[in-house]
């Protein structure tokens, strides 16, 4: 099952993005969705996750600057992401998490640099 990740490309420090995530029908019973990124010689480390009644979790770093959403009717999140900044860059990754299982999807560059 592949998730399809978009939206990502190459932005100036202080702009803005919104990555997109689509998980396909045939999963069912979605609980949290989020966002992961990797940098070049780092550990993936979690961005943000919500749940399915709205709670969300943010790495420190991108607090007040990006905001995750969900539509669960089309099993879709979202990252905005505002006021981006170099070390942003990273591999951006979706994932999905049912009661047994977890979905990722194949990524997506995210290139903060002037």
């Known amino acids: 099952v592949q998730l399809q990740a978009s939206g990502g490309g190459l932005v100036q420090p202080g702009g803005s993005l919104r990555l997109s995530c689509a998980a396909p029908?045939?999963?069912?019973?979605?609980?949290?969705m989020g966002w992961y990124r990797q940098a070049p010689g780092k550990q993936r480390e979690l961005v943000a996750s919500?749940?399915?009644?709205?709670?969300?979790i943010y790495l420190d770093s991108v607090k007040g600057r990006f905001t995750i959403s969900r539509n669960n009717a089309k099993n879709t999140v979202y990252l905005q992401m505002n006021s981006l900044k170099p070390e942003d860059t990273a591999v951006y990754y979706c994932?999905?998490?049912?009661?047994?299982?977890?979905?990722w999807g194949r990524g997506t560059q995210v290139t903060v640099s002037s």
């Open positions: 994932n999905v998490a049912t009661i047994t299982s977890h979905y």
């Open positions: 029908g045939s999963i069912f019973s979605i609980n949290a």
């Open positions: 919500i749940t399915r009644d709205g709670s969300s």
